[in-house]
């Protein structure tokens, strides 16, 4: 028997490790085309990254595994993962690449290498049908059957990973982040989400009182958010510290397992054996011939379908052999079991208590960008919980469970980006985007205080005002901005949102004339352009139960 800490009744490991990954894509959604190639990122992450790790996991409850695992799922993540237009586009996604399948098969035949790669890929697609037609196309069901055998904590986030700090000068626009993430998620998962990943982990002084206001009672944060709390954290990253006027916990990252995953250098997801992300037939094969599964107009894109390996540094890619991937993924496993056994062993007599190690990381690692790293993790798991006595896997809920005695800090203000502040999100490229913003949030908060039972097109009006405001805000565009890959359709994204949501306000403020500092009823419904009202709300339809008045 478990109980819940992954070792026998009674007993106590030598320390713990909590796997917790964050599953989040911006929101994307054209209807207004046919074929979008940003909807694609949607399309990908589901067939390499979310069916794949829904498999493993379900995987271990078959087979009787004593796992824990954390996953937060963004709201936005959440609305594309049950939105059916998006579902029916991701079908249309899987039966061309199945049909290119069949071609590669043809393609290939008088090449036997080659050809096994592309019978594993078909072999794959094959899988990856049956898992989704078993979930009837709604994964959503699955994580929350999964949620509820305990084993699999889900985690929130704010509603569309607005970049929390830099949305201070108005708290209104931070409790709404908040609480509409919060409301998403009882939605889609029945029940009330207990922890939270702050976008990016950025944290600042005060964001905890709106977590609790909201029943949240952990978060993570990055290692400096942890170590420079005051008063200084006596265990460092390796317990959770409770702030201070609330008892919301914060889990510290852990950086060495953090290195050994992400580092460019020495992580493992760039070893020569390991499947090359950049080299992808989209790109490598004629046009004639790989055209029709290119974008309409012509436009070369990633198929999923790649055949070379990471090989070294260079152009020069020899073919991928997974067998030989296979073998360098239990290497990997079984080198980091080990490695957080030995970390464990040397914390634990000089801490005097069983030390818990936080590995996050980015859900889409797993399968999207290191192709086996969905392999990886199910070795890790399934290594683990081989071993008993010393070494347990956790997750943040039962680690507080049974340890609900922790040390008293207020968390220093962080993130995980480059330079660990605010800076990757507020630089030269991005940094346009903040006054506009601000501007918004202010009058949002304005409308939402003015309208205090706005209803028929005027209430329409408002909660679409508040849906464009949420999709402005998403980090996302500010991250793309900075690393310089889609920065045209980023900035689109920031001014679209904007843009409608000026006409929007506008619209509400004529329609109430603009007079009166509060307004109870409107009727004054001639200023709202309900046609172009009803395009964006089929357009933008994250949140359908929003509720303008979480800004009041």
């Not at 918004?440 to 005002?465: H, I, K, P, S, Y």
Request: proline letters at 6%.
């Amino acid at each position: 028997m478990s109980d819940g800490r992954g070792v026998g009744p009674g007993s106590e490991p030598l320390g713990y490790l909590a796997i917790v990954l964050h599953a989040h894509l911006p929101f994307v959604r054209h209807p207004e085309h046919e074929f979008f190639l940003e909807e694609d990122w949607f399309f990908e992450a589901v067939t390499e990254t979310y069916i794949p790790l829904l498999r493993v996991v379900e995987g271990w409850v078959n087979d009787g595994v004593d796992f824990h695992l954390a996953l937060s799922i963004s709201p936005p993540l959440m609305t594309m993962l049950d939105d059916r237009l998006l579902c029916s586009r991701y079908e249309r996604h899987l039966t061309r690449l199945t049909a290119l399948c069949d071609a590669e098969l043809k393609r290939t035949r008088s090449e036997e290498q080659l050809h096994r790669l592309a019978r594993q890929y078909r072999e794959d697609l094959d899988s990856t049908w049956v898992q989704w037609r078993r979930w009837d196309g709604r994964l959503l069901g699955a994580f929350r059957t999964l949620l509820q055998t305990g084993r699999l904590e889900i985690l929130t986030s704010a509603a569309t990973h607005g970049y929390l700090p830099l949305m201070r000068p108005h708290p209104e626009a931070v409790r709404a982040q908040i609480a509409v993430g919060v409301q998403c998620y009882e939605r889609a998962l029945g029940q009330a989400p207990r922890g939270i990943w702050l976008p990016e982990c950025a944290y600042y002084p005060g964001l905890d009182e709106v977590l609790a206001a909201h029943g949240l009672r952990y978060f993570v944060a990055d290692a400096h958010g942890v170590n420079l709390a005051r008063p200084r954290p006596r265990f460092g990253v390796y317990a959770p510290i409770y702030c201070p006027t609330t008892g919301v916990a914060v889990f510290g990252r852990d950086l060495e397992t953090a290195h050994q995953v992400w580092s460019r250098e020495e992580g493992y997801p760039g070893d020569p054996d390991y499947r090359e992300f950049y080299r992808d037939i989209g790109y490598d094969l004629d046009l004639d011939y790989i055209g029709p599964w290119m974008q309409p107009d012509g436009a070369r894109k990633n198929t999923g379908l790649k055949y070379h390996r990471i090989t070294g540094p260079g152009s020069d890619k020899e073919l991928y052999d997974p067998a030989r991937a296979r073998r360098r993924v239990e290497v990997h496993a079984a080198h980091f079991v080990e490695a957080r056994r030995r970390q464990i062993a040397s914390l634990a007599p000089d801490l005097g208590r069983a030390p818990v190690a936080l590995a996050a990381y980015d859900a889409e690692l797993f399968g999207h960008w290191w192709y086996e790293g969905a392999w990886w993790l199910d070795a890790v798991v399934r290594g683990m919980a081989a071993r008993t006595g010393d070494l347990a896997l956790t997750h943040p809920v039962d680690y507080l469970r049974h340890h609900p005695t922790q040390q008293v800090a207020a968390p220093a203000e962080s993130s995980w980006g480059d330079r660990g502040y605010h800076e990757f999100w507020c630089a030269e490229p991005n940094a346009w985007i903040y006054p506009l913003l601000h501007r918004a949030a202010e009058r949002m908060t304005d409308l939402a205080r003015r309208f205090d039972r706005a209803d028929g097109l005027v209430r329409r009006a408002l909660n679409q005002a508040a849906r464009e405001l949420l999709l402005a805000q998403a980090s996302d565009w500010a991250f793309i901005m900075k690393t310089d890959t889609v920065v045209d359709y980023a900035r689109r994204c920031t001014e679209d949102h904007l843009s409608r949501f000026d006409r929007l306000w506008e619209m509400c403020c004529a329609a109430a004339n603009d007079e009166v500092d509060e307004v109870d009823e409107v009727d004054e419904v001639d200023a709202i352009d309900e046609p172009w009202l009803a395009d964006i709300e089929a357009r933008d339809n994250i949140f359908p139960k929003i509720d303008y008045r979480v800004y009041s």
